[in-house]
Nanobody, 113 residues
Framework: EVQLVESGGGLVQPGRSLRLSCAAS????????MRWYRQGPGKEREFVAH????????YYADSVKGRFTISRDNAKNTVYLQMSSLKPEDTAVYYC??????WGQGIQVTVSS
């Protein structure tokens, strides 16, 4: 059974940092690019970041470029999203995605003072 389980979310003040993790199981993790998406209140789900299967290539939505970093540890079947300089508009449910395939259940990130 394919599973993607996000962790690391929560409430954080503007300007602070947070790291999300997504633990994958049930498929060949090293064969898949991985992505993070998010869905803010009243908004559609949007792309945040992408990392290739090897980790050698990444790209980001313009809204997070320079503040967020996606990475992966293929030995641990885990993908990460390091979020820095967080803004209230980053408040959303964040989802892990195996490119073209399965989704995690999502995890809430709230940026507020």
């Amino acid at each position: 059974e394919v599973q993607l389980v996000e962790s690391g979310g929560g409430l954080v003040q503007p300007g602070r940092s947070l790291r999300l993790s997504c633990a994958a199981s049930g498929f060949t993790f090293t064969a898949y690019a991985m992505r993070w998406y998010r869905q803010g209140p009243g908004k559609e789900r949007e792309f945040v970041a992408h990392i290739s299967s090897s980790g050698g290539s990444t790209y980001y939505a313009d809204s997070v470029k320079g503040r967020f970093t996606i990475s992966r540890d293929n030995a641990k079947n885990t993908v990460y999203l390091q979020m820095s300089s967080l803004k209230p508009e980053d408040t959303a449910v964040y989802y892990c995605n195996a490119a073209g395939g399965s989704w995690g259940q999502g995890i809430q990130v709230t940026v507020s003072s």
